[in-house]
């Protein structure tokens, strides 16, 4: 990638919300810069909603929700498979990932960090380093699931990027009771992150890989 400057980003996302919880803002400055960004999502959760909602709601509100940053409707990349049971498919997710790397060729991959708790998110990631190990990738933060994170990344964020992300989690409402989906967990992380590299907000990564071509 150009130093500074993504034009081709790939969000990894286990499930709809994880793109926006992990690093929204940073979608939201990327796509104002110009650049391209992807999501793509693995898993509706059909199996694992509150009791009461519709089997198609995850995908309503991810639609709804990446309007806000914006990423066109044609980038949400959406593939169905059960939640919680990523790991049974692990070779098909490969192949996926491998078949998005030669279709997009990204030059900045987001991911889940491979010390996540979350089965799904742990393999996500392990298969994303497998195929994008010829490209920048960062791993997101998701604090509720890490068991460690190094924050060895950080992107400035502005009141304007932040809001964007907020915006973008008010429409996941099937998934309003969790405590990292209020407006003031995202503002707070935003700020701790900010204070570390003395702006007002910003989000935090892990590097696993650089490269410039």
């Not at 990327?30 to 992807?38: F, R, S």
């Not at 519709?54 to 806000?68: L, N």
């Not at 998701?142 to 060895?152: E, K, Q, S, V, Y």
Request: with cysteine; aromatic share 8%; hydrophobic share 40%.
């Amino acid at each position: 990638m150009t130093i500074g400057k993504p034009h081709n980003v790939l969000v990894l996302a286990p499930h709809p919300d994880d793109a926006e919880l992990g690093c929204g803002g940073t979608i939201a400055r990327l796509t104002e810069q110009g650049a391209k960004v992807y999501i793509a999502t693995f898993s509706l959760c059909e199996d694992s909603l509150p009791p009461g909602w519709p089997k198609g709601v995850r995908e309503v509100e991810a639609r709804k929700a990446i309007e806000e940053l914006p990423v066109p409707q044609a980038h949400l990349l959406i593939y169905r498979y059960p939640v919680r049971r990523l790991a049974m498919y692990r070779q098909e997710i490969l192949d996926d990932l491998v078949r998005l790397n030669n279709e997009l060729d990204p030059d900045l991959v987001f991911l889940p960090t491979t010390d996540d708790l979350h089965q799904d998110h742990a393999t996500v990631a392990h298969e994303g380093h497998r195929a994008f190990k010829r490209t920048t990738i960062y791993a997101y933060e998701m604090p509720w699931n890490n068991i460690a994170f190094r924050t060895t990344a950080f992107v400035n964020l502005h009141e304007r990027h932040i809001e964007r992300k907020v915006c973008a989690l008010s429409h996941y409402e099937s998934q309003r009771d969790g405590p990292y989906m209020a407006e003031s967990f995202t503002r707070g992380l935003a700020r701790t992150r900010g204070v570390a590299i003395g702006t007002e907000f910003a989000e935090a990564f892990d590097v696993v890989r650089t490269v410039y071509h």
